[in-house]
C-alpha cells in the first residue's frame, strides 16, 4: 500500500491543522483491510506513536500528549485517513507520518512498536507564535 500524508504547514499556538492520509494500490486493493497510525518525529527526537484507529473505525488510541486535542477519523470509501489537531502547541511541531498495517491492531503496544508495515512521506507541522 501506499500512503501519502498531507495538510501539515504553520500555525500559530492554538491554532488547527487537519492532517490527511490518502492511500493506494494494486488491482483489488482494500482500504478497510489495514490500521493506520499517525506518528510524528521532531528534530533530534525519536519516532513517537501518537494515535492509531482499527481497519473499520470501531476503535481508536491516543498517546498522552495529544489526548482531548487529537482526533483520527478514516473515510474508507475515500480511502483516507485523518488527524485532526485542535489546540496546537510549540512542542507539537514536527514531520507527521502515517504507516498501515493489515495485522497490527490499533492499541498502545502498535503505537510503541512503532512496526507497521507501510509507510508515507511525512507533513511539516510549525507551531509557532
Known amino acids: 500500500v501506499q500512503l501519502q500524508a498531507s495538510g501539515g504547514g504553520m500555525v500559530q499556538p492554538g491554532g488547527s491543522l487537519r492532517l490527511s492520509c490518502a492511500a493506494s494500490g494494486p488491482f483489488g486493493f482494500r482500504f478497510d483491510y489495514y490500521h493506520i497510525g499517525w506518528f510524528r518525529q521532531a528534530p533530534g527526537k525519536e519516532r513517537e506513536g501518537i494515535a492509531c484507529?482499527?481497519?473499520?473505525?470501531?476503535?481508536?488510541v491516543y498517546v498522552d500528549s495529544v489526548k482531548g486535542r487529537f482526533a483520527i477519523s478514516r473515510d474508507n470509501t475515500r480511502n483516507t485517513a485523518y488527524l485532526e489537531m485542535n489546540s496546537l502547541e510549540p512542542e507539537d511541531t514536527a514531520v507527521y507520518l502515517c504507516?498501515?498495517?493489515?495485522?497490527?491492531?490499533?492499541?498502545?503496544?502498535?503505537?510503541?512498536?512503532?512496526?507497521?508495515?507501510?509507510w508515507g512521506q511525512g507533513t511539516h507541522v510549525t507551531v509557532s507564535p
Open positions: 484507529i482499527t481497519n473499520i473505525g470501531g476503535n481508536t
Open positions: 504507516a498501515a498495517d493489515p495485522h497490527m491492531r490499533c492499541s498502545d503496544y502498535a503505537l510503541r512498536s512503532r512496526r507497521f508495515a507501510s
